[in-house]
């Protein structure tokens, strides 16, 4: 298997060049399931960084990013593969017009070959020669049932196709799955993978992310910015802002030419960082009561 990394300070580092902060917790994780094999569950609130994780990790080693987006009747011919039945009903009537005398089972041979086969992410993934990140993208999403179509390729690294055999991996993935937790996942699965929690970050972890990712933000107002944002995520909200979000609020106000937060500008920008009317209501009553934290 091949060595992505050489200790937990290289993860680190090389997330880091890539403007990803990790905690410790990130890369020890990391860098355990590149050295055991074995996947790696994120789960999580939505808009942590559990994708953009998995995003990085395909740029740091310099691997391809092959996506599986789970959702509710994902079924085997879209994630693991299927045949191409238009092209071998071609084939079946090419044989009938021009070689008559051929058995079925000859035919059955044929057509069930790899010139028929479509890969889906699942077996890309497995039968890539090159480095592959496999990123199996909120897979509390899928049914319990489904879930069986994962098990092999995240114990084995192999897919079986009845028709052809099975399949082993050439050079093995790093897969990373992520849950936003909407439902308990078997432990048939969870017992094949590395577990990550990530959450939303801290005060400081937050201000740290918004300073490199708009390196034009002054260090006053983002930490104003991360301390509003908690405030918000400390509060009973349908959806809590995320990390993209109050990047894209501190990109925001600096288009605002915001130097500190005000109320007023708080106030008309509240729908940067709230997707619900009824959050953004709410907020907005609780901020003509009192001042919020961060806000001068």
């Known amino acids: 298997m091949k060595d992505y990394f050489t200790s937990i300070d290289d993860v680190d580092q090389r997330l880091r060049r890539e403007n990803y902060l990790p905690s410790h917790e990130i890369t020890s994780t990391i860098y355990l399931a590149s050295r055991l094999g074995k996947p790696v569950l994120i789960e ?11 995003k990085c990790m395909a740029s740091v080693t310099s691997s391809e990013l092959i996506r599986l987006q789970c959702y509710e009747g994902l079924d085997e011919s879209k994630a693991l593969y299927e045949w ?15 070689d008559a005398d051929r058995s079925w089972h000859d035919i059955e041979e044929d057509i069930f070959s790899e010139d028929f086969l479509l890969e889906r992410p699942l077996l890309k993934s497995i039968r890539a ?13 899928l049914e319990v049932e489904a ?33 936003n937790g909407t439902r308990e996942l078997s432990e048939a699965l969870k017992r094949r993978c590395l577990f990550l929690f990530l959450d939303y970050p801290d005060i400081d972890r937050e201000r740290a992310i918004l300073r490199s990712r708009v390196p034009t933000l002054s260090e006053d107002l983002a930490n104003q910015i991360a301390v509003f ?29 915001t130097r500190e937060l005000d109320r007023e500008t708080t106030l008309s920008t509240l729908q940067i960082l709230l997707k619900y009317r009824s959050d953004i209501d709410f907020v907005r009553s609780e901020l003509t009561r009192q001042r919020s934290d961060g806000l001068r």
Not at 84 to 98: D, E, F, W
Not at 130 to 137: E, K, T
Not at 159 to 175: D, F, N, Q, Y
Not at 234 to 253: F, H, N, Q, V, Y
């Open 84 to 98: 191409n039945y238009r092209k071998q009903l071609l084939r079946i009537q090419a044989h009938s017009a021009t």
């Open 129 to 141: 020669q090159h480095p592959v990140v496999l990123l199996i993208d909120e897979v509390d999403r």
């Open 147 to 179: 879930e069986a179509l994962l098990l092999e390729i995240l114990s084995e690294y192999q897919v079986s196709i009845p028709e052809l055999g099975t399949m082993k991996a050439v050079a093995r993935p790093l897969v990373f799955l992520t849950s």
């Open 229 to 257: 944002a908690a405030s918000l995520r400390g509060m009973d909200l349908k959806k809590r802002p995320s990390i993209s979000e109050t990047i894209d609020w501190a990109l925001a106000l600096l288009e605002l030419s």
């Open 44 to 54: 999580g609130p939505a808009g942590t960084g559990k994708t953009e994780l998995a």
